[in-house]
């Protein structure tokens, strides 16, 4: 139980409420009995988070006209900022699964939000589609180069900053994932400088270019070992 909270929430359990053992799924109901017994000190410690929370999406501009971009599926991070805001955003995604339709729930403001998968949207999440079947790789690539986040907290100098756990990464994985992310930025900054504002209105085919990352998992691209190595997933929860 201790190991889920910390994962979970960061929330750090008294040595003999966190022994207790649970194994999930099968232990879902009372694994759900333990988890609401800790109420209260979780919300004494959600209470301050969520404060900063809020403080820093405030201070990075946070708007309804605000979008949030990322790998997929489910939405679940938009959920969450779209509760702690109070507003609708607009999701960005690479695919989403039916579950992302939760974040067109109406907010606080009355706003609701949105969220679009290009390579695939609102696809099964048991099916073959190509952005299902390399979702790992995606996460893999995408993955930030270091620890994930865990909270937001006061700094000294009174702003609020993300605070991130110990990454399991070696700092040569950190350096190959930075470079990796540096090339796909070169290589998109070059379209933006060659076609302008017309590259809205240019044609693209998702399942094209989707056949590289294809082609790689399939074994038909090969890469350097050291690229090899840095593609894993760091995920505590």
């Known amino acids: 139980l201790g190991g889920l909270l910390k994962a979970r929430m960061g929330v750090d359990l008294p040595d003999d409420v966190a022994a207790q053992t649970i194994s999930l799924p099968a232990d879902a109901r009372a694994a759900t009995r333990a988890v609401e017994a800790q109420r209260a000190r979780i919300e004494a410690q959600a209470a301050p988070e969520g404060e900063a929370l809020r403080a820093y999406l405030a201070a990075e ?7 949030v971009v990322d790998v997929g599926y489910r939405a679940t991070i938009q959920q969450g900022l779209q509760k702690v805001a109070g507003h609708g955003l607009a ?7 039916p579950e992302a339709a939760a974040v067109e729930a109406p907010q606080a403001d009355g706003s609701s ?13 048991r099916g073959h589609e ?7 790789l995606f996460e893999a690539f995408l993955t930030a ?21 110990e990454t399991s990464r070696t700092s040569d994985e950190i ?6 992310h540096a090339g796909a930025l070169a290589y ?6 060659a076609y302008g504002p017309q590259i809205v209105g240019l044609d693209f085919n998702p399942a094209v270019a989707l056949e590289p990352l294809i082609a790689f998992s399939e074994g038909r691209l090969t890469a350097p070992g050291a690229v090899l190595k840095a593609l894993r997933v760091d995920d505590a929860f």
Not at 91 to 97: E, I, L, Q, V
Not at 130 to 136: D, G, T, W
């Open 61 to 67: 501009g946070l708007s309804g006209k605000s979008g």
């Open 91 to 97: 999701g960005f995604y690479f695919g989403t699964f």
């Open 113 to 125: 939000g949105s969220a679009f998968g290009y390579f695939g949207d609102r696809v099964d999440p």
């Open 130 to 136: 190509p952005i299902v079947e390399q979702a790992i």
């Open 145 to 165: 180069p270091h620890g994930q986040l865990d909270r937001f907290a006061p700094t000294d100098g009174g702003g609020v900053e993300p605070q991130f756990l």
């Open 175 to 180: 350096e190959t994932l930075e470079q990796m």
């Open 188 to 193: 998109a900054r070059d379209l933006l400088a």
